[in-house]
């Protein structure tokens, strides 16, 4: 799926015949493309080349409808979700068993080098992984 403008679409049918191939697609794959689709197309073309049975919705959710404990475990997962990619981040090898979260994330402001050379890297393996339409891998190296 790709959202566009507030909407949602399920774009597999439509991979093959992109002009601009599939991997244009799939780069936007579960994201907002609004602002590069905008750029470049017209909207009306959502209804020229889309089928109607591709629209899948509105994005977002119904803040009104959503309690307290709803939104405290989402900020618990959260809080899970970031100190997983602390730990890591941290490690050069990817391993989850590296330093505590909070040590990796005072390294990360003295060791700028270390940092920026971890993002590159782990970039590089992700571009690696799309080239090979890997596109798990790619969205693990994304995360």
């Known amino acids: 799926w790709v959202a566009l403008n507030g909407k949602v679409y399920d774009l597999t049918e439509f991979l093959d015949r992109h002009p601009g191939g599939r991997m244009t697609v799939m780069a936007w794959a579960g994201k907002d493309a609004s602002k590069f689709f ?4 017209q909207d009306s073309w959502i209804k020229q080349y889309l089928r109607p049975e591709a629209y899948l919705g509105e994005l977002g959710i119904k803040e009104a409808q959503m309690s307290d404990a709803f939104w405290d475990s989402l900020r ?23 330093a505590a979260p909070e040590l990796a994330l005072a390294g990360l402001g003295v060791q700028t080098e270390r940092v920026q050379a971890r993002l590159n890297t782990l970039e590089a393996r992700k571009k690696a992984a799309i080239e090979a339409e890997d596109f798990v891998k790619a969205d693990e190296l994304k995360k």
């Not at 905008?38 to 197309?41: D, K, L, Q, T």
């Not at 618990?76 to 590296?98: I, M, N, T, W």
């Open 38 to 41: 905008n750029g470049i197309h």
């Open 76 to 98: 618990q997962a959260r809080v899970h979700e970031l100190h997983e990619e602390l730990h890591y981040f941290a490690d050069p090898e990817g391993a989850k068993e590296s």
